[in-house]
């Protein structure tokens, strides 16, 4: 059984940086998918960034040029670079992960983190 638990949120000013960590634990094969989703108070929830195990990543247009998913694999966690943060990025942010490809298409994830809150104000 997969196990995500994030870390790193909080709160900043515009302008801000903040880096989320996604610490995966409990299986033996690394999901294929690793993959970063945000759901801010009264939206639905939406991808922000996800990465495969071929090191193929995909970003949201709100967030491109912005922030960088990455993995280290030794440690077996997923990082979250925010630069530049805005205040519609403030939301609740969640680590997830499938065994198969990345997709925000209408395509469920089987495993899911708590969440960590990114509040960025003006």
């Known amino acids: 059984q997969v196990q995500l638990v994030e870390s790193g949120g909080g709160s900043v000013q515009a302008g801000g940086s903040l880096r989320l960590s996604c610490a995966a634990s409990g299986y033996t094969y690394r999901p294929y998918c690793m993959d970063w989703f945000r759901q801010a108070p009264g939206k639905e929830r939406e991808g922000v960034a996800a990465r495969n195990s071929d090191g193929s990543t995909t970003y949201a247009d709100s967030v491109k040029g912005r922030f960088t998913i990455s993995e280290d694999n030794a440690k077996n966690t997923l990082y979250l670079q925010m630069h530049s943060l805005k205040p519609e990025d403030t939301a609740m942010y969640y680590c997830?992960?499938?065994?198969?490809?990345?997709?925000?298409?209408?395509?469920?994830?089987?495993?899911w983190g708590q969440g960590t809150q990114v509040t960025v104000s003006t």
């Open positions: 997830a992960a499938r065994y198969l490809r990345c997709s925000w298409s209408g395509t469920s994830y089987n495993y």
